[in-house]
């Protein structure tokens, strides 16, 4: 009662009405967060993806939140990124979790091949196991202490030739050199007697005209990129090689130490953001597609018993690798059953 009374008082009141202020000050304080990526300056991931989520947590949080961007591994390695957000070396981060792989060997799931038909529907599905209690949330991104913000496919990768063998069957493929990212990929590549060979990027144009690879499998998004096109004599188009998945993640402890107002805005501008940027994603697919096979690319078209072979090549090396984690002891029976799950109410 005591206490009641005094509060009353006009210094009560002053102390109080002090109090409230700055409680509200400390809730509106500015915040620079770090945006760490691996990329070059104005690629297109950050571009259709980074920029636009920075962006928008600004907007919604009316310019109490920006962003400090440190592209081109400023900030780390893009294999340590995931690590080195959890400890908080960079807020924000661009993470490709199959480059710490044995960290991450659960969000391979939606990297196999065929496993979804359009970039959207593989991100809205990636989007919803990894969050709100999903299965990759609780078993791959909580105990490696992150908190995914943004999570994309990119494109389904196609196979793309220099070469000048004919390709007009599955077979024709058999013994040709293709660069993949490895994992999944080197097993379907195997699957339909080609031969996979692991390259970094910026090393597949020299490999590619001298002849030492005969073809990758990428994105033309990405090709177009790295100016694949004037070198590329045939392509597929419409199938599903595989693809990667890449996040924007925030370190736990960074995201339970910002305000509410700031964690919310976070989370609605990842969600937006995920549903945003893979239809910009498919459009400049598309685009890339188009321009590649003005350069004189000509489009592999296989027939129904060719998509059958490749049919059965997928599913063969999704099983193989759901038996491969389940034997390492995680839950890869369940991680596909939850993303097949998804895809399918994503439809």
Not at 299 to 324: C, E, N, P, R, Y
Not at 326 to 337: I, L, S, Y
Request: charged share 25%; with cysteine.
């Amino acid at each position: 009662m005591k206490l009641y009374s005094r509060l009353l008082t006009p210094a009560g009141v002053g102390a109080a009405m002090l109090a409230v202020s700055a409680s509200s000050g400390l809730a509106q304080e500015k915040i620079t967060l770090r945006l760490a990526d691996s990329l070059p300056s104005g690629h297109v991931i950050h571009e259709l993806v980074g920029k636009p989520f920075s962006e928008l947590v600004t907007k919604l949080t009316n310019g109490q939140v920006t962003f400090q961007h440190f592209p081109s591994e400023q900030l780390g390695k893009a294999k340590d990124m995931a690590q080195l957000t959890a400890l908080g070396v960079a807020d924000v981060s661009y993470i490709v979790p199959s480059y710490s792989s044995d960290k991450f060997p659960l969000t391979a799931v939606a990297e196999l091949p065929g496993i979804f038909d359009s970039e959207c529907q593989g991100s809205l599905a990636f989007y919803k196991i990894s969050h709100n209690g999903g299965v990759l949330e609780t078993k791959e991104f909580a105990p490696n202490q992150l908190r995914p913000l943004v999570t994309l496919a990119l494109p389904a990768y196609q196979v793309q030739l220099a070469t000048s063998r004919e390709i007009k069957t599955a077979k024709d493929l058999e013994g040709l050199k293709i660069r993949t990212t490895g994992g999944a990929m080197d097993l379907m590549m195997r699957s339909i007697g080609g031969v996979p060979v692991r390259m970094a990027a910026p090393e597949i144009y020299e490999s590619l005209t001298r002849g030492t690879l005969d073809g990758l499998i990428f994105s033309y998004q990405s090709s177009a990129s790295y100016d694949f096109g004037k070198i590329l004599k045939s392509g597929t188009e419409g199938l599903n090689f595989g693809t990667a998945i890449f996040t924007y993640s925030m370190g736990e402890a960074k995201f339970k130490s910002l305000p509410e107002n700031v964690r919310k805005a976070l989370v609605e501008a990842g969600e937006q953001t995920t549903r945003e940027a893979c239809k910009r994603f498919e459009d400049g697919e598309k685009a890339a597609t188009d321009k590649i096979k003005s350069q004189g690319m000509k489009v592999i078209t296989f027939g129904a018993d060719d998509k059958t072979v490749f049919d059965t090549a997928f599913k063969s090396v999704a099983l193989d690798w759901v038996k491969d984690v389940d034997k390492r002891g995680k839950p890869g029976t369940e991680v596909f059953k939850a993303f097949t799950e998804a895809l399918d109410a994503t439809h």
